[in-house]
């Protein structure tokens, strides 16, 4: 049990993807303007890691490591990827075309996110197992909506913030990202177990 705790602590937290890990920027900085598009982002990469994480993990172990095949996991990876978010575009609009189009081009740019194919991998590098795996990968994307959405609210603040004109739009974006990873840092000092 101390075991997932420690995983999940330290993915959300600790080794944050984008504050510690510096994956997914882009997402990070485009979908950052307003909470409600950055929880929609959040919970459409959280389903993508999730289920690419346990499809991954499985493949590795029971397709590309007994046909020794190892040399073709990140082109079998990124495939894995490019079907859940076709799949998930599919069902977004039809379910939730509003997020759908708030979303606009990041929605497929999942597939080239570097956090969805870095976590994919890093379970495999960390030799985890299914179920370390799936944890993993979902806090890692908790992770990512936290980061998210505690940036989307300081955008959000800042449009309604007197900035001086040079540093409006995405300089001053830029320093509260860099400030808010360092308030991130913070996190590594706390030891579990």
Known sequence: ????????????????????QFLGICPFLGVSKKTSSALGMGAAVTFVITLSTIVAWLLQYYVLNPLDLGFLQTIVFILVIAFLVQMLEIVMKKIAPA????????????????????????????????MESVTYGF???????????????????????????????????????????????GFSGIKIG
């Open 139 to 185: 806090a890692t994307s908790l992770g990512f909506t936290l980061a998210l959405w505690i940036f989307a609210g300081i955008r959000e603040q800042l449009e309604l913030t007197a900035v001086p004109k040079g540093m409006k739009g995405v300089p001053v974006a830029l320093i509260c990202a860099g400030i808010l990873a360092m308030a991130f840092m």
């Open 1 to 20: 049990m101390l075991t997932y705790l420690s995983i999940i602590v330290t993915a959300i937290f600790i080794n944050n993807i984008v504050f510690a």
């Open 99 to 130: 997020l759908y189009k708030s979303l606009g081009v990041f929605l497929p740019l999942i597939t080239t996110n570097c956090a969805v194919l870095g976590v994919a991998i890093l379970v495999i590098q960390k030799g985890f197992n299914l």
